[in-house]
């Protein structure tokens, strides 16, 4: 009997890979997908259409490529979800309610946070009013922020992921965090 | 302490607190392994019929050293002919952006053809008007 060559077993073995690269990143993934969307049901797609499109088309490139590749897929799906939710707000113009009636996606969004209680950690409420503040920043800002402080991603692959160049990543950075700290001011430890 | 360290320490805050709240409920947990096996799933099934018989999936699978071999040897001829021929040359690789550009035509695509029904009922509207 001949020696058995197991392929499989590599097959298995990078099946396993993938998955730990996506549970590695699939928690920041929603969070990042819904501080953009305001929607869970939403960020939920978007994170499964990322994870999707990287296992499809780039399953087999070497796993130290699927950083990079699924936060530019993850920002392309951010990106056509606020183009959508943008020619949605156009038709419901066209058909009769103003701009003021529809406002913007995000301010549609229910509030599920609580306010916490009097007296309540310093930091909670720190964190509570940091989500509000990232929402309230302009897309290119909050993305190139959250790519940047929390992923850690540097200057050279934020650029990439947002498909921008390297000027605007640290002009966007910059803004957001100019307009953070002037949000979260009264949070100053 | 300067602007820059400042800036540094602001971050570094803001870090902490986004991990502090890192945790998801368990329903969302839930369908988020759930979107991750099939995308892994759709992984294993990207690969053609010949690959899948060829690699196997099950505890049986793999191939003997000498059919193995075989498979090599073929592979090998191939590519050489492909190499000789002059009509043939290696199709170079899709650059990432270009592959990128794929994987959002998806959406885009569904998106630009709302976009033109969307024009086409404004044209109207504005002819109406």
Redesign the interface.
């Known amino acids: 009997?001949?020696?058995?060559?197991?392929?499989?077993s590599?097959?298995?073995r990078?099946?396993e890979t993938?998955?730990g690269f996506?549970?590695g990143v699939?928690?920041?993934a929603?969070?990042m997908a819904r501080l953009a969307t305001g929607s869970?049901d939403d960020a939920?797609d978007i994170?499964?259409?990322a994870?999707?499109?990287?296992?499809?088309?780039?399953?087999?490139r070497a796993p130290a490529e699927w950083g990079p590749?699924f936060h530019?897929?993850l920002q392309?799906?951010i990106r056509?979800w606020y183009?959508?939710q943008q020619?949605r707000r156009?038709?419901f113009g066209?058909l009769g309610a103003s701009d003021d009636e529809q406002g913007d996606p995000l301010d549609a969004v229910a509030d599920d946070r609580s306010v916490g209680p009097a007296g309540e950690h310093a930091?909670t409420r720190?964190?509570e009013a940091?989500?509000r503040a990232l929402r309230s920043l302009p897309l290119r800002q909050q993305q190139a922020f959250l790519l940047r402080?929390?992923e850690g991603l540097d200057v050279a692959e934020t650029a990439r992921a947002m498909g921008i160049t390297q000027g605007s990543v640290k002009t966007h950075y910059s803004r957001a965090?100019h307009a953070?700290?002037g949000k979260l001011e009264e949070h100053a430890? | 302490m300067s602007v820059g360290d400042d800036n540094e320490a602001f971050v570094e805050r803001v870090r902490t607190a986004l991990d502090e709240r890192d945790a998801l409920d368990a329903q969302t947990a839930a369908r988020l392994r759930a979107a991750r096996g099939r995308a892994v799933r759709a992984a294993r099934s990207r690969r053609p019929g010949w690959a899948k018989s060829l690699l196997g999936t099950g505890p049986g699978a793999g191939l003997t050293g000498a059919a193995a071999g075989g498979l090599a040897l073929a592979g090998a001829a191939v590519v050489a002919v492909l190499l000789w021929h002059p009509g043939h040359r290696p199709v170079p690789p899709a650059t990432a952006a270009g592959d990128l550009e794929l994987i959002t035509s998806k959406n885009s695509l569904e998106f630009y053809r709302d976009l033109d029904f969307y024009e086409w009922l404004q044209e109207n509207q504005n002819r109406a008007g």
């Open positions: 009997m001949g020696e058995v060559l197991n392929v499989g590599d097959a298995s990078s099946s993938l998955n996506l549970a699939e928690r920041r929603f969070r869970r939920l994170v499964q259409d994870m999707l499109a990287l296992a499809r088309r780039y399953g087999d590749l530019r897929i392309s799906r056509d183009r959508r020619v156009r038709v066209w930091q720190f964190s940091l989500e402080a929390w965090v953070l700290r430890p």
